[in-house]
């Protein structure tokens, strides 16, 4: 495997690519932390490469609301279910600067009445912010969990952000 360390503003970014593709994703307070971290997710050898790479330009991007391509990503499936590919591909088609229910995309993934199975696919991305669980929602309108926590304001910013650069008025 791969692992791709960028230093972005205060902190770092870093993919961890299985035959070029996606495998993990995140940021990092230190480029030590990002290696020690994936390099323990990767439970395998590691070339660490200290580089820019589109992976984390598509990161960055959705980080600071400036771009939200992520069309040319291809993602390392390994350890999912086929159900839960098919919750995190529907995700990813998901408009930047829209929402949709658990149970939204539940039925839209092909398993309608599945709203908890999909939140805890959420809580299983590793994708994150490329495939976007900040834009999965409670049915009721309110933001729900992210990364674990509840009301997280991460959320809310990313949400902003997007809006904010789609030229839509904030409805958060």
Same mark, same amino acid.
């Given at each position: 495997?791969?692992?791709? !360390? #960028?230093?972005?503003?205060?902190?770092?970014?870093?993919?961890l690519l +299985?035959?070029?593709k996606?495998?993990?994703?995140?940021?990092? =307070?230190s480029?030590?932390?990002?290696?020690?971290?994936?390099?323990?997710?990767?439970?395998?050898? !590691? @070339?660490?490469?200290? $580089?820019?790479?589109?992976?984390?330009?598509?990161? +960055?991007?959705? $980080?600071t609301? @400036?771009?939200?391509?992520?069309?040319?990503?291809?993602?390392?499936?390994?350890?999912?279910?086929?159900?839960?590919?098919? !919750?995190l591909?529907?995700?990813?088609k998901? %408009?930047?600067?829209?929402?949709?229910?658990?149970g $939204?995309?539940?039925?839209?993934?092909?398993?309608?009445?599945?709203?908890?199975? !999909?939140?805890?696919?959420?809580? =299983? +991305?590793?994708?994150?912010?490329?495939? %976007?669980?900040?834009?999965?929602?409670l049915?009721s309108g309110?933001?729900?969990?992210?990364?674990?926590? #509840?009301?997280?304001p991460r959320?809310?910013q990313?949400? +902003?952000?997007?809006?904010?650069?789609?030229?839509?008025?904030?409805?958060?």
């Amino acid at each position: 495997m791969d692992l791709i !360390v #960028s230093k972005t503003g205060e902190n770092w970014t870093a993919v961890l690519l +299985n035959d070029s593709k996606l495998y993990y994703s995140s940021s990092f =307070k230190s480029k030590d932390d990002a290696i020690k971290y994936l390099t323990k997710i990767a439970d395998t050898s !590691v @070339t660490v490469k200290e $580089e820019r790479h589109p992976y984390i330009d598509v990161i +960055n991007g959705i $980080e600071t609301g @400036t771009s939200f391509d992520i069309s040319k990503v291809e993602y390392d499936f390994t350890g999912f279910t086929e159900k839960e590919t098919q !919750v995190l591909k529907t995700l990813a088609k998901v %408009p930047a600067g829209e929402t949709i229910s658990y149970g $939204e995309l539940a039925e839209k993934s092909g398993f309608p009445g599945a709203a908890q199975f !999909v939140g805890n696919v959420m809580m =299983k +991305n590793r994708f994150g912010p490329v495939i %976007p669980c900040h834009r999965v929602i409670l049915s009721s309108g309110k933001l729900g969990k992210f990364a674990g926590q #509840s009301n997280n304001p991460r959320k809310k910013q990313l949400l +902003n952000q997007e809006m904010k650069a789609k030229s839509l008025d904030q409805y958060f």
